[in-house]
């Protein structure tokens, strides 16, 4: 697959092709953003759920944003994470574990900036919904 045919990578086949090749395919998503996979717990199933998400790092941690375009609900990788905020992280080839918190009050704008510095579709995202947006802050273990 060539780099100009990533953008069409979406959902599972992203989460499929993105481990098969270590990230060779996936990791560069839209604009160039990085893409991570993030495993959850499911809350209520328990059964493991990956997503693709949009990545910076953060000195040791990375950084990942739960917009879901901005909608009033938070995205459902989110709500996993708040029922068991121990997680598992594929960054190219590099799987391991973490433990996912929300940014602090303190550290959201930082943080926040430097989310959108990638991705500047999510100060759009934070216009279209009453709650705050999370910044969140995946802590390798």
């Known amino acids: 697959m060539s780099t100009n045919e990533e953008p069409t990578l979406f959902g599972q086949e992203h989460v499929e092709r993105y481990r098969a090749t270590d990230g060779e395919e996936g990791y560069s998503w839209r604009r160039g953003a990085p893409i991570l996979l993030l495993t959850t717990r499911g809350r209520r199933s328990g059964a493991e759920r990956t997503t693709p998400l949009i990545f910076q790092p953060h000195g040791d941690a990375y950084l990942v944003v739960a917009s879901k375009g901005g909608t009033d609900a938070p995205p459902d990788w989110y709500r996993n994470l708040e029922a068991d905020p121990e997680v598992q992280v594929q960054v190219r080839g590099d799987v391991f574990r973490a433990r996912a918190r929300d940014a602090t009050l303190d550290e959201h704008q ?16 934070q216009r279209r919904t009453r ?11």
């Open 110 to 125: 930082e943080l926040w900036r430097k989310m959108t510095a990638v991705w500047p579709d999510y100060d759009a995202y």
């Open 131 to 141: 709650r705050k947006i999370p910044v969140v802050v995946l802590e390798r273990e």
